[in-house]
T-cell receptor, first 112, second 110 residues
Framework: EAQVTQNPRYLITVTGKKLTVTCSQN?????MSWYRQDPGLGLRQIYY???????DKGDVPEGYKVSRKEKRNFPLILESPSPNQTSLYFC???FGTGGEQYFGPGTRLTVT | TQLLEQSPQFLSIQEGENLTVYCNSS?????LQWYRQEPGEGPVLLVT?????EVKKLKRLTFQFGDARKDSSLHITAAQPGDTGLYLC??????????FGKGTSLLVTP
């Protein structure tokens, strides 16, 4: 089954404790991206990747890191999480930049 | 930067009614996409419009891309409770970053 998987689905952590949210897709897509979704602000792109070892900032990259060492994986790293990073996070992938975005199920992160 | 403005923000209607939601921008887009998101899930693509003036139909849903490629609309005929969800438009004004509107939250009651 073609899908994008994210782990964990739910995470409660404390300020400053480094965490990684994993994202994996099995569709051989070149383009992958991370979004955060907040009430009243909608979906905002954090980072995206055009292919292996090629990443770029989206609209809200501050406080986040990403890496793309393999085509199928695109982890999101929060080196020192803060409460304002409490949000619902989505990973997505597509064949090209204009293609259909396939979204993962989301990761609900709470930073206390 | 939120380049895509969606209206209305919320819409509550009864089953059988028609409705239109709008996605507007001052920027030109090479294409626009419409997604629907249900609670607790990721967005799912409904349609991509590419050509200015294009009209696409998906059963009871009609999508239109403005002639100047700056705006789009989604019209639903005879809405059903299964149409309930958050409708999002998305596009790339330049470069490769994808920009989403804030969405229209639709509730259709029986």
């Amino acid at each position: 089954e073609a899908q994008v998987t994210q782990n964990p689905r739910y995470l409660i952590t404390v300020t400053g404790k480094k965490l990684t949210v994993t994202c994996s897709q099995n569709m051989n897509h070149e383009y992958m991206s991370w979004y955060r979704q907040d009430p009243g602000l909608g979906l905002r792109q954090i980072y995206y990747s055009m292919n292996v070892e090629v990443t770029d900032k989206g609209d809200v990259p501050e406080g986040y890191k990403v890496s793309r060492k393999e085509k199928r994986n695109f982890p999101l790293i929060l080196e020192s999480p803060s409460p304002n990073q409490t949000s619902l996070y989505f990973c997505a992938s597509s064949f090209g930049t204009g293609g259909e975005q396939y979204f993962g199920p989301g990761t609900r992160l709470t930073v206390t | 930067t939120q380049l895509l403005e969606q209206s209305p923000q919320f819409l509550s209607i009864q089953e059988g009614e028609n409705l239109t939601v709008y996605c507007n921008s001052s920027s030109v887009f090479s294409s626009l996409q419409w997604y629907r998101q249900e609670p607790g899930e990721g967005p799912v693509l409904l349609v991509t419009v590419v050509t200015g003036g294009e009209v696409k139909k998906l059963k009871r849903l009609t999508f239109q891309f403005g002639d100047a490629r700056k705006d789009s609309s989604l019209h639903i005929t005879a809405a059903q409770p299964g149409d309930t969800g958050l409708y999002l438009c998305a596009g790339r004004p330049s470069g490769y970053a994808l920009n989403f509107g804030k969405g229209t939250s639709l509730l259709v009651t029986p």
